[in-house]
């Protein structure tokens, strides 16, 4: 028996409980959540004392919850349903919103794809309001799934395949970038850390946190690299600005997305770490909606912004 405590229980322990119970294990659970291990064992540890048992059977593989957790297991899932049907009425109030569109958009993208392909929709399909809600990769997905958008934006490659089931949600193509090496330039314009480097020699890595999607296309990167990569991860955030402002100050090298880095390869502060073509990789860009005989929302700039998109990629076809 935990002791109990009277501080409010958080919805976010509640969302991890659930995660656990479907995986069945710490360290995929955390990994979902975006969180590290550690502290995704101290959230339901948290969990637990404020219900005042153990919900988690910790002698048994793969993890198995007490019969106190199944109980909670039925609530949580209740609570946390009922908490959203409850946004999403509120949200239906903003009868001003209609003329708003929602965008699900992966950090990555808010800071540097987004704006720049904003102005070129604009010039091009006309005005529209829209909101953008930056978040993780699975937190953006969460957003379309539980109806909190009208659309979501996220990178995609074949080895990282995103689970969304075709027959729930639609797909677009808005092109394709590269993700690519990159350092602080020297005085000669040349990158102060190279790829591959030489032998025995460390490279200062700045990395993605584990479980971040860019991070786990870096590591393809460096999987398939025909030449040993001696990196050495000095740093790691889950944020591409973040590596990016790490790079500038000369930190180490860092895997971007070209669009995030095209002003400062223009003002030449940052160059490629590596030979044009080499230790790269091509990503597309996807834009993604409910189907519309199954969308929780329905608003017409939506309609005709996704129509639009379409049509523009089949005449590229």
């Not at 656990?20 to 540890?45: D, G, K, M, N, W």
């Not at 180490?252 to 095209?262: D, M, Q, R, T, W």
């Not at 091509?282 to 309609?303: C, F, G, H, T, W």
């Not at 379409?310 to 005449?315: E, M, V």
Request: one cysteine or more.
């Amino acid at each position: 028996m935990r002791p109990g405590y009277t501080e409010p229980v958080e919805t976010k322990w509640l969302e991890d409980f659930v995660s656990l119970a479907e995986t069945r294990s710490f360290s995929r659970s955390a990994q979902l959540r975006h969180v590290t291990q550690p502290a995704f064992s101290r959230r339901i540890q948290a969990l637990e004392a404020w219900a005042g048992v153990d919900l988690v059977d910790r002698s048994s593989y793969p993890t198995r919850l007490t019969s106190a957790g199944e109980t909670l297991l039925g609530q949580a899932v209740d609570i946390l349903g009922s908490l959203q049907s409850t946004r999403n009425m509120l949200r239906s109030h903003q009868a001003a919103g209609q003329d708003m569109i929602e965008f699900a958009v992966p950090h990555s993208l808010a800071f540097s794809f987004f704006p720049h392909w904003l102005m070129d929709l604009r010039q091009r399909f006309g005005a529209l309001k829209c909101r953008l809600n930056a978040l993780n990769v699975h937190d953006a997905m969460l957003q379309l799934s539980e109806g909190n958008c009208d659309l979501l934006i996220v990178y995609h490659h074949a080895s990282q395949p995103l689970q969304l089931d075709p027959e729930r949600y639609q797909m677009a193509s808005l092109g394709s970038e590269t993700l690519a090496a990159y350092a602080k330039a020297d005085a000669k314009g040349r990158p102060l850390f190279g790829l591959p480097g030489h032998p025995g020699q460390k490279l200062p890595f700045l990395s993605y946190a584990s479980g971040a999607y860019l991070g786990r296309l870096v590591e393809l990167i460096v999987k398939e690299a025909p030449t040993a990569l001696n990196l050495d991860a000095i740093y790691e955030t889950d944020m591409a600005e973040g590596l990016k402002a790490m790079a500038l100050e000369g930190h180490g090298i860092a895997f971007l997305p070209a669009s995030s880095v095209v002003k400062e390869l223009k003002a030449g502060s940052l160059v490629q770490a590596s030979a044009a073509g080499s230790f790269e990789l091509n990503m597309e860009l996807r834009i993604y909606r409910e189907r519309p005989e199954v969308a929780k929302r329905s608003k017409p700039p939506a309609l005709a912004l996704w129509d639009f998109l379409t049509q523009t990629q089949a005449a590229k076809v």
